[in-house]
C-alpha cells in the first residue's frame, strides 16, 4: 500500500466516509444488553460466583470496612461476534480493499491481488473481501494459528501459505509473497486505511447507544473498552470519539508472558517491539503498530489500558456463555473481564461514581471475535465453575 501521506486524516469524518464506502459489504452488528451480567458486575465480589476450588485466584477472606462502594454498570455489548467472518477485522479488510480499488483501478488491481501475514481473523476478513471484488489473495498464517481460524481462511480461499510465528518470521514470509506474486500487503492493523475501517465499529456502536438510551435518565456513554493487540481497533474507536472527551476509551489486553505490551509501554513511556506469548487470546499476540501507537499513548484519546490474567479471560468467556448464549473467543473477552475482575479499574470507576452521586457507568464493551469451537467452550466448561 502507498504511503501515509497520501491517505485521509485520522478523523471522525473520515471513518464517516469510510462506513458509507463499505457498508454494503458489513453487517451492523447489534449492540445488546444484560441484567445478569450488569448485576454481576455491579456485585462487591464478582469472582464469587465462580467456585475457589477451580479458581487459582480466590476471593478476599475479608472485607475493609473503609472500602469505597462497589462500581454499578450498565453494560453494552457490541457484538462484533456476529460480524462476516465472525470478527470486526472485516471492516478495515474491505475499506482497504475498497480504496486501493479507487487507487489502482479494478482491473490493474485483479492482476496483482494482495497479501497479508495474519493469525486468522485479518486473513479472514481480506479473504472475503478479496473473494469478493474478485481479487486473487496470497494469505500467510503462522503454523500455531488456532485450528477454528485456519478452516475459516481455507473455505473462503483454499490455499494458505504458513510461516513462523514471529514477528520477524512473518515480515520475511510476506516480502517473499509480494517479491514473487507482485502484489500488495494490506497490513493487519498499523495502516490508516484499516484503523478508519476498524472505526466504522464505534460509529454504529455510539448511534444504536443512543437509539437505546433516547428518553432514558443517566443517558450519556461514560467508556468503551475494546481488546488491544496490534491497535487497530482501539486506534478506530478513539479517533471517533476523539471530539467527545466526557467519553472515556479503554485498552484490554491479557498479561500472560509479557502480551499487555501496551500497559506496559505506558509507564516505559516507550512503545514495546517485541512481545512473544501464547495467551489464550490468540488474537492479542501482537505488539502495537507504530501508527497506533501514536493514538494510544495520548491520554487526550486513550484513558488507559488495564490487563488480566489467562483465569480471568476464561471466568469471563464462561460467563458471556451462560448469560448470553454466545461463543465469543478469548480475545473479545478481555473487555469483560477487565470490568469484573482488574481492582484498579473497578475502583477507578468506583471512585468516579462516588464524586457524581452514585450514577451507574454506561459502558460499552466490544466484543472483537467469535471465531472459536465448542471444543475450546468445553474446556473453559470444564476448568471454570460457575454457579
Not at 452488528?29 to 458486575?41: C, G, H, V
Not at 520475511?172 to 472505526?199: K, S, T, W
Amino acid at each position: 500500500m502507498a504511503g501515509l501521506s497520501t491517505y485521509p486524516p485520522l478523523t471522525a469524518a473520515s471513518i464517516t466516509e469510510a462506513h458509507s464506502k463499505i457498508e454494503q459489504y458489513i453487517n451492523r452488528t447489534d449492540l445488546i444488553t444484560s441484567q445478569p451480567i450488569d448485576q454481576l458486575a455491579s456485585s462487591s465480589q464478582p469472582r464469587s460466583v465462580f467456585l475457589p476450588s477451580n479458581s487459582k485466584i480466590s476471593p478476599p477472606s475479608n472485607t475493609n470496612p473503609n472500602a469505597l462502594v462497589p462500581p454499578r454498570f450498565n453494560i453494552y455489548f457490541k457484538c462484533e461476534n456476529l460480524q462476516r467472518t465472525g470478527a470486526f477485522k472485516v471492516r478495515g479488510a474491505f475499506h482497504a480493499l475498497t480504496r486501493l480499488i479507487e487507487d489502482q483501478g479494478i482491473d490493474q488491481f485483479r492482476s496483482r491481488g494482495v497479501t497479508t501475514a495474519s493469525s486468522g481473523n485479518h486473513a479472514q476478513g481480506l479473504a472475503l473481501a478479496a473473494a469478493t471484488f474478485d481479487v486473487p489473495a496470497f494469505i500467510v498464517m503462522p503454523r500455531n494459528s488456532t485450528r477454528s481460524k485456519i478452516e475459516g481462511v481455507a473455505k473462503i480461499l483454499g490455499e494458505i501459505t504458513f510461516c513462523g510465528s514471529s514477528n520477524g518470521e512473518k515480515k520475511a514470509a510476506v516480502e517473499e509473497m509480494v517479491r514473487r506474486e507482485d502484489c500488495v500487503f494490506v497490513p493487519p492493523y498499523n495502516h490508516p486505511d484499516i484503523i478508519l475501517g476498524q472505526g466504522t465499529c464505534a460509529l454504529e456502536l455510539e448511534e444504536q447507544f443512543i437509539e437505546m438510551r433516547t428518553g432514558k435518565s443517566g443517558a450519556a456513554l461514560d467508556a468503551v473498552i475494546a481488546p488491544i493487540g496490534g491497535g487497530g481497533l482501539l486506534g478506530g474507536i478513539a479517533t471517533w470519539f476523539r471530539e467527545k472527551p466526557d467519553i472515556k476509551i479503554f485498552g484490554a489486553e491479557p498479561s500472560f508472558q509479557g502480551a499487555d505490551d501496551a500497559r506496559r509501554g505506558l509507564l516505559q513511556n516507550a512503545r514495546i517491539e517485541h512481545v512473544s506469548s501464547s495467551t489464550i487470546a490468540d488474537g492479542l499476540r501482537t505488539p502495537v503498530g507504530e501508527l497506533n501507537w501514536k493514538i494510544v499513548s495520548d491520554k487526550t484519546k486513550v484513558e488507559g489500558v488495564f490487563a488480566v490474567g489467562e483465569e480471568e479471560i476464561k471466568m469471563a468467556m464462561r460467563v458471556i456463555y451462560e448469560e448470553l448464549g454466545m461463543l465469543v473467543e478469548p480475545s473479545g473477552c478481555v473487555p469483560l473481564a477487565v470490568v469484573l475482575f482488574d481492582k484498579d479499574f473497578r475502583e477507578m470507576v468506583a471512585r468516579e461514581a462516588s464524586d457524581r452521586g452514585g450514577r451507574a457507568w454506561n459502558v460499552a464493551i466490544v466484543f472483537s471475535g467469535g471465531n472459536t469451537t465448542m471444543k475450546a467452550m468445553q474446556d473453559v466448561i470444564e476448568e471454570v465453575q460457575y454457579i
